[in-house]
Structure formats: C-alpha cells, structure tokens
C-alpha cells in the first residue's frame, strides 16, 4: 500500500485514518461503477466516518476522486516495483511489467479496474508506474538497449499498450493473461529497437517472486 511519513501523535494518526478511509471508499467506488456522482453523505457513509470530516481533508468529491485516483496509481506502482527489484536489463523490466500487470486483474482487481478507466490520463503524470517506467526507459536508451530517442514518447506508446492490455484482460477474463501480455511485451521490445529474437525470449524469462 502507499506509504508515507508515520503520524506524529493520537491526533494526527486519527486524521490520517480518516482521510484513508474516504480515500478507499472513493476507490471502491470508483473500482466498482466508475460513478462520481455519489453523495458526499454516501461516500462518507461507505468510510464509516461522520458527514462533517468530509470537508476537513477535501474541498470537493473531484478532489477525494483524484486522490483516489493517485493512490490507486502509486500502490499499483508499488506493487511492481517490489516484484521487479533486482532485475537490471531494462527491457526485461518492460515484459515483467507487462507479465506482472496482467496478473494483477486477479491478485488486484480493484487497481486493474481503475487503471483501465482512469489511467490513460495519467501515462505522463508525477505519480504511480509513469516516473518508473520513464527512468527504466531514459536507462534502456542511454544503455543502447533501446534505439528510441525519446523516452517519452516511448512512455506514451508503452503505456498506451499496457493500458489496452488491463483492457482486454478485464474484458477477456479466460484469457490466458499471461501469454498475451508476453505477446505485447514482445510487440513494445521490439518497436523499441530489440532485436525479435533477443525480445521474445526477454519476455519468456521466468517471473521474479515475492520474497
């Protein structure tokens, strides 16, 4: 889950539980029917919180639904990273990313369902997998894994990609995940400059466990 500096005192601790609850409430929300049109009263009534507490942490739902938004997006980026660390070649991050990604319409179901409504607006945005997957390019560039100029081009055609496959995952539940996001891991390799060869077996290598 996202994680930041622990609460200095009861009240502090207090008001950040608050806040996680609307936050998680709007996520569900969000994960469930997509609506934003919610109450505030309803929303505050999903967080089991009081009416009034709303409006000590936002000004407005667009603010709460945004911040849900950004949580969803960070702790889905959390999720990868935490599997992916200790892999160095670039490309291999790509397809684990991909492989990982599909896996997660089962272990995360909530995240893939807001990734698939909610993520196209935020491939190029300050939080979540974006900064992460344009440092793995700006690497893979510099490296010459990659023969792309532009990592954020090359960002918006990756997540672009990955974003149609969150799609047909949820679409296609009996799909077998994990080799259509190899088959689009491969794809996005090499129209970043891998050779086929070298890119379909990037994106055949074993997935990292937990652990």
């Known amino acids: 889950m996202p994680t930041s500096a622990p609460p200095k005192n009861r009240f502090e601790?207090?008001?950040a539980e608050t806040r996680l609850a609307?936050?998680?409430?709007a996520r569900r929300i969000l994960a469930e029917t997509g609506d934003t049109s919610a109450?505030?009263?309803a929303i505050a009534e999903r967080a089991d919180v009081g009416f009034g507490s709303f409006y000590n942490h936002f000004e407005s739902k667009t603010e709460l639904f945004d911040a849900a938004v950004?949580?969803?997006?960070?702790?889905f980026g959390q999720v990868i990273d935490e599997r992916v660390r200790g892999i160095e070649d670039p490309a291999e991050l790509v397809a684990a990313g991909f492989r990982l990604t599909a896996q997660m319409a089962d272990s995360h179901p909530e995240l893939l369902r807001i990734l698939?409504?909610?993520g196209l607006a935020h491939i190029h945005s300050e939080g979540g997998l974006a900064p992460r997957a344009l440092r793995d390019l700006e690497i893979g560039i510099a490296s010459g894994r990659f023969t792309c100029t532009s990592a954020t081009?090359?960002?918006s055609a990756v997540g672009g990609t990955l974003m149609s496959l969150v799609a047909l995952r949820l679409a296609h539940p009996d799909l077998d995940g994990d080799e259509a996001a190899a088959d689009l891991a491969e794809m996005v390799l090499r129209m970043l400059g891998v050779p086929a060869q070298d890119a379909h077996e990037v994106t055949r290598r074993p997935l990292p466990q937990l652990g």
């Not at 609307?22 to 409430?25: D, E, F, G, I, P």
């Open 116 to 118: 698939r409504d909610r």
């Open 13 to 15: 601790r207090r008001r």
């Open 22 to 25: 609307l936050v998680r409430a």
């Open 39 to 41: 109450s505030i009263q």
């Open 153 to 155: 081009i090359a960002l």
């Open 70 to 75: 950004a949580d969803a997006l960070e702790e």
